[in-house]
């Protein structure tokens, strides 16, 4: 009777796309990586905490009624912003409300801690859409969250600033697992880059952190940003669509072997980090 009473209970998981520069495909990444998983019967919300700059609703297409910041400006529940995307997705559109999080009076902090509460017991994963590089707010987000999906590409200057931004996550506790995706790759042999900033985190920072894959350099992605449509909507069988699918079969596979996480852990952790506690 106890095995099924804790089977019984909804978990959700929170994941947070990160990448140490802007300009990598992060949020495209992320966007279409929540459609695989809502097309394999994952109940997703996917929210854009990229401050100021969230992009998540122009990739879409879409204009959202609400952002983030109406749940306190308005105090709205979250519920009431949580926008309906294509094919069954949801998302939160993004906005300057949490980036004076750190600063906000404690009713307001609980306020957002009750209303997240819901999303752990409605979704299966909470995917955050993080700004490029990190910021003392998005820190605490990032180090809360239960896995973290690094996107890079194969330049010089943004491997170097995704080892920098894992090496920032370690430095200041994180024990997430670490997953990498290359993105735009010109050659396959570009797993290659993948294979060596694993090494070098391995040897640098002693962390082990997992490639899923490499996503081509692909003509359709570039002309579905301009129809404000997903790539792997557009044309399923582009490339970049197929690549995609294969990293999320990698993610699926790779997460089996890894303990399930209460959601709720996430509201937990952020307020140890808030108390400084963590």
């Avoid at 409300?97 to 994963?125: A, I, R, V, W």
């Avoid at 909507?233 to 669509?241: D, F, G, M, T, W």
């Amino acid at each position: 009777m106890k095995m099924e009473q804790s089977h019984s209970r909804h978990e959700a998981k929170t994941v947070a796309f990160i990448s140490g520069k802007g300009g990598v495909g992060k949020s495209n990444i992320g966007l279409n990586f929540s459609l695989e998983l809502v097309r394999r019967n994952k109940k997703i919300v996917l929210i854009d905490l990229d401050v100021g700059m969230g992009n998540i609703n122009i990739l879409l297409g879409l204009q959202p009624k609400y952002t983030i910041v109406d749940m306190f400006t308005e105090r709205l529940s979250i519920t009431e912003i949580i926008e309906q995307g294509p094919q069954g997705l949801s998302y939160i559109a993004g906005g300057t409300g949490l980036s004076g999080f750190l600063e906000m009076k404690q009713t307001e902090k609980n306020y957002f801690y009750k209303q997240f509460e819901q999303l752990t017991e409605m979704y299966d994963y909470i995917i955050f859409d993080m700004g490029a590089g990190i910021t003392e707010t998005s820190l605490f987000f990032i180090l809360a969250a239960d896995e973290c999906i690094v996107v890079t590409t194969g330049e010089p200057t943004a491997i170097t600033d995704a080892y920098s931004m894992i090496k920032q996550i370690t430095i200041n506790g994180g024990s997430m697992p670490l997953h990498l995706i290359l993105n735009r790759a010109r050659s396959h042999g570009e797993m290659n880059s993948l294979k060596q900033l694993q090494q070098v985190i391995k040897q640098f920072l002693q962390i082990d952190v997992h490639p899923l894959g490499i996503i081509p350099e692909d003509k359709h992605v570039v002309q579905a940003v301009m129809q404000q449509v997903p790539f792997s909507i557009l044309n399923e069988k582009a490339p970049a669509a197929r690549s995609i699918k294969q990293i999320t079969e990698s993610y699926l596979n790779k997460e089996k072997a890894v303990p399930v996480t209460d959601g709720r852990a996430f509201l937990q952790k952020l307020k140890n980090l808030l108390r400084g506690k963590f």
